[in-house]
């Protein structure tokens, strides 16, 4: 993709053209990235400074802005408004907030009367010029807590793309946000699922500190941030789990969102689908070899870049529309489009625009605004496959852009106002529902380093395997001699207690594959002493035993024993790290033998009121730690 230097129309009318530079290197994987030949930009500078409001802050009222912007001579700021009687459409219009001429050293200043001005996420667009012909765009995200409500949620009409089919999916973001890191227990799954998170800086779980993900009004926010300090992060939303459940369908289908993003260094918002390929096959099952030959199909329905300067878009408002055919040699069409030649003549950050797919038994088309902007046919893959979506802000990553957002304050914000799916075949009912967690009332216990806050669980993080996954565990000093009671999922007091045995030792595993709140399980556990638990508050019920990763190949028991010291159950187990995934062992209790592996033992229809758990190696290697355990009620 070609990414020409068009700058907003609006700009001061004597700009100089822009000169060649050299190229930067052309990328095979994604050619809309670069053209190969060259890149444009080379007389910006970083000039504008604003001093008030804050960057992506809220405002109401008439709000002054106050900016400087050194050696520049001339500056206009201009913000998007609403429809209103007498422009002939619907569209709404470019409004010139100041334009002013700035004396060396000066600093600007112009009053923004946001009680005119959409209800929501809203963008001032500052443009500077100096007598040379260098020049400067600043974009000011704000949100607006006063204002017009102009076309905000969900539409009360289907898009004409979809005749003909039904809506199965969709989400005006009015409410909290369902999300968790793998999916499980939740609408979305916070990273790629099936694996290649791309962002430079990270996207991350949905709750802790410098939060990705918030919902305002009838608004998502994902929030890309860097305090002072820290690692970047931000957010992306997958519509299918870890599992491959969730929104995923055959064609015919249409999907369709609404969003905005904002135009700086490094900021790469995108709105696209994915085939499922083979996530939620196991490598076992008859299928598998057949769909992983198939590849996967990738549809770019918006792919937005960020930013003007030396080595960056210049894209004005271009966005890009990509497909990939992954596993398969087989060349994908793509091509830009320019909206500020179409609808409205608004682009991808000045205000919110409808991205559209349709995905046909015969073509497969892109829309901007209900406006047809590319059209191919729809590919044996996608025909064979479900297909799902993702929403994602990534900040450089493989994009390859450079990232600089300081003058910004290492903010910056995409806007989703709703998403919507349409299928022309029938759906479950139970489609689009979010699944339950495991059994209400279960009791899980995390053996922590509580001094070390990534081998904790944290409340909203979701542990566990399918079927037993819980939030609300509990964690517990791995230190000897450490008795505690424990609540239950639903932060419930309970009566039982777990206690240490003296001797223990903590042990900090290793990075073993695991994602989430299933990472931070598997990361400290006790070793070296047994745990107790005691005062079970269930008359029956399945005890789970999850082990850390440590010593890979380690074979022995996992032992149940009674206030006798008798034992009363008995699991062999060949322990293995297996990259994440849970694996039962089912063996009898003194094999230990074979190749295949497991991490978890299930101890199941248990009724004593006190157990003591240990385990027992038989091959001289240390044992793994015993990285928590599950209580769950029968």
């Not at 057949?290 to 894209?315: F, M, S, T, W």
Request: net charge negative; proline share 6%; with cysteine.
């Amino acid at each position: 993709m070609k990414f020409l230097n068009l700058l907003p129309a609006v700009l001061l009318p004597a700009l100089l053209a822009l000169p060649t530079a050299t190229s930067a290197a052309k990328s095979d994987e994604y050619p809309d990235f670069y053209d190969g030949t060259s890149t444009k930009g080379i007389d910006f500078v970083q000039a504008i400074r604003v001093l008030a409001p804050a960057h992506c802050s809220n405002v109401k009222g008439d709000v002054t802005v106050v900016f400087e912007a050194p050696g520049m001579t001339h500056v206009v700021a201009r913000c998007w408004r609403a429809a209103q009687a007498g422009d002939g459409d619907a569209w709404g219009r470019d409004v010139v907030l100041t334009d002013q001429t700035l004396a060396a050293g000066a600093r600007g200043e112009f009053v923004f009367p946001a009680d005119k001005f959409p209800h929501g996420p809203t963008t001032i667009r500052l443009q500077a010029q100096d007598k040379a012909g260098r020049q400067d765009i600043f974009e000011l995200q704000l949100y607006n807590l006063g204002g017009v409500s102009w076309q905000e949620g969900l539409p009360k009409t289907d898009p004409p793309a979809a005749k003909g089919l039904k809506l199965v999916f969709a989400d005006d973001f009015a409410g909290p946000l369902s999300v968790s890191p793998d999916g499980r227990g939740a609408r979305y799954a916070a990273h790629k699922t099936g694996g290649g998170d791309f962002s430079g800086w990270p996207f991350a779980d949905p709750e802790g500190d410098n939060l990705p993900f918030a919902t305002q009004d009838t608004y998502l926010r994902i929030h890309a941030s860097k305090p002072f300090g820290a690692q970047g992060r931000t957010g992306i939303l997958s519509s299918i789990r870890s599992d491959g459940s969730g929104v995923a369908v055959p064609v015919p289908a249409y999907f369709e969102c609404r969003l905005m993003c904002h135009s700086g260094p490094g900021s790469w918002g995108a709105f696209w689908t994915l085939t499922k390929s083979t996530i939620g096959l196991s490598d076992t099952d008859p299928d598998f070899a057949r769909v992983k030959a198939q590849g996967c199909d990738e549809l770019d329905v918006i792919e937005c870049y960020g930013g003007y300067g030396r080595g960056h878009p210049n894209a004005g408002g271009t966005y890009g529309v990509t497909s990939h055919y992954w596993g398969r040699n087989e060349k994908a069409p793509y091509t830009t489009v320019d909206t500020q030649k179409l609808g409205g003549k608004s682009t991808w950050s000045w205000t919110f625009h409808n991205y559209g797919l349709y995905i046909g038994e015969q073509d497969t088309v892109y829309y901007f605004d209900d406006i047809e902007v590319l059209r191919h046919p729809t590919s044996a893959t996608t025909k064979a496959q479900l297909t799902w979506f993702l929403i994602n802000y990534a900040i450089g990553g493989i994009s390859g852009w450079p990232i600089d957002l300081e003058r910004y304050g290492n903010s910056s914000d995409m806007w989703v106002d709703w998403v919507r799916v349409y299928c022309g075949r029938p759906m479950p009912a139970d489609f689009a529902a979010v699944p339950a967690l495991g059994v209400p009332g279960s009791i899980g216990v995390n053996f922590a380093d509580l001094r070390d806050d990534t081998r904790r669980l944290r409340a909203w993080d979701v542990a566990g395997m399918a079927g037993s996954a819980q939030r609300g565990w509990t964690n517990v000093p791995c230190a000897p001699g450490t008795e505690e009671r424990l609540a239950n999922d639903a932060g419930e007091a309970t009566s039982l207690r777990v206690v240490v045995a003296k001797g223990a030792d903590c042990e900090r595993c290793e990075d073993w594959g695991f994602r989430g709140g299933d990472r931070r399980l598997h990361r400290c556990g006790v070793r070296n002493a047994p745990v107790t638990l005691a005062d079970i508050p269930f008359a029956k019920y399945d005890l789970v035993v999850h082990l850390g990763a440590g010593v890979n190949g380690w074979r022995g028991h996992v032992r149940l024993k009674d206030e006798a010291g008798r034992t009363i159950a008995q699991t062999g187990l060949n322990y293995g790290w297996l990259g994440g995934a849970y694996a039962e062992s089912t063996r009898p209790a003194d094999d230990v033998k074979g190749d295949a592996a497991e991490n978890t033992v299930v101890f199941r229809g248990l009724t004593r009121g006190k157990v003591e758990v240990s385990l027992k190696y038989l091959d001289g290697k240390g044992a793994p730690a015993l990285a928590g355990v599950q209580i769950i009620p029968r």
